[in-house]
């Protein structure tokens, strides 16, 4: 074994071979100390180098047969350098967790804050909150202004749009029309004529032609055309300032009810004023300036004196109150007795004092009681006599109403006398009353009596003379039948009467 090896180069390792197994190349390593021995010609290897040789080959056959599963044997570190690596490596995780605990201090101190405001923010809310019941306890104690009056509405969607269609039918109205000058009531009678002679004319050429008509016209042929429109125009303004007059009355009327109202309200308000004052106010009693005030006790007399003494040594009030309470304890008879003699004389004169102001009062209170007895008699006197005239306003409207019954009675109407006719009004008003009703089933009796005196109005003298004619024939047929009831009330009267 020792001659072969020999034989091999230096740096090229043996190779053991297997029965069906290709080899590869082994690389070419550094010679271990049995191999540098035997190289170098030392005759006889121990037997531990024999074994360490065993034990290299075995570990090179073992690289050979497994290169994937045994790793490539790590370079030996020193033991000093991997100590050195762990301590840095600990001192780099202890920086990483002393910046961890510093930035967890500096949130929590943020949390904290935080939880502080909230806190404060949450008592803050609480005493606002107190402060909005407060309030809140006070406005409910307030009473609320209530005016007892009813005000005007304001005008609805429906009345403006009914206002806006009575404005149109005014406009259709001819009343309500502006009158049309001479010119064109000419032009409206000539219009027809000159159509008929140039019918295939048109409206500028008509107007023209008429326009040179007009011109050579004279005076009195004009002078028809020129009174009729004064006439309209005179009917005309007289419609207007009829119309601006009653607008005129209306807003009068208007701003008088708005002040009336205004007054109203201004003085209920001030009156729920007064009351509201007066519930929130405390009530204090007055004093009388009049009345005499109470004496001093004999302490309070020492303590007047002796206070500004003590106040002088830079004392609190309670600590000067506290040392006079001691002091006046400890005070002998013979020290007390002057103030105690003060306090005695001036409770003498407070008493005397007091009985005169008592006599005083009882006079007052005496006085007012005669003066009220005196308005009360006065205001009773007042009462009877408003009753007094009532009771005769009273007996005097009986009176009246049993004398007009008593009339009544005697003037019982014969039922076979004539009746007085309808005028002509009237019998207008019962044709166009059952028209209206056929027109209008549900229409108010106010509205349907308006509506006949608007038609009666807007009727010509020519319509109005027909129901003139047949007022006034029913008023001959009257005439007639009174005259003969009245010949045979006269017959009977005489037939009856003995001295006939």
Known sequence: MANATANMPKDVEVIPTKKGRTRKPLKPRKPSEN????????????????????????????????????????????????????????????????????????????????????????????????????????????????????????????????????????????????????????????????????????FKEISNILGGKWKNLSAEEKKPYEEKYQADKESYLQVVGKEKREKEALNLLEEEQKQKMAMELLEQYLQFKQEADKENKKTRKERDPLKPKQPLTAFFLYSNERRVALLTENKNVLEVSKLLGEEWKNLSEEKRAPYEEIAKKQREDYLQQMELYKQKKNEETAALQKEDEEQRKVQKQEALQLLKKKEKTENIVKKTKEKRKKQKEMRKVDPNKPKKPATSFLLFSKETRKELLEERPGINNSTLSALISVKWKELNQAEKQIWNDKASKAMVAYKKELEEYNNKTAVAVDCSDPHS
Request: a positive charge.
């Open 35 to 202: 191999e540098g021995n035997i190289l170098a010609g030392n005759p006889s290897p121990s037997p531990q180098a024999f074994a360490d040789a065993g034990k290299e080959n075995q570990d090179g056959l073992r690289l050979l047969l497994s290169p994937k599963k045994t790793k490539p044997a790590s370079k030996t570190k020193n033991p000093k350098q991997t100590f050195n690596d762990e301590l840095q490596e600990m001192q780099e995780k202890l920086q990483k967790m002393r910046l961890e605990k510093e930035k967890t201090e500096e949130l929590l101190k943020e949390r904290d804050e935080m939880l502080k405001r909230k806190e404060e923010e949450l008592e803050n809310r609480g005493k606002e909150q107190e402060k909005l019941q407060l309030e809140l306890k006070k406005l409910q104690k307030l009473k609320e202004f209530k005016p007892t009056m009813s005000f005007p509405l304001v005008k609805s969607l429906r009345e403006k749009e009914e206002e806006r269609k009575d404005k149109k039918k005014k406009k259709a109205c001819p009343e309500n029309k502006k009158p049309s000058p001479a010119y064109i009531l000419w032009c409206k009678d000539q219009w027809n004529e000159v159509k008929k002679e140039k019918p295939d004319a048109d």
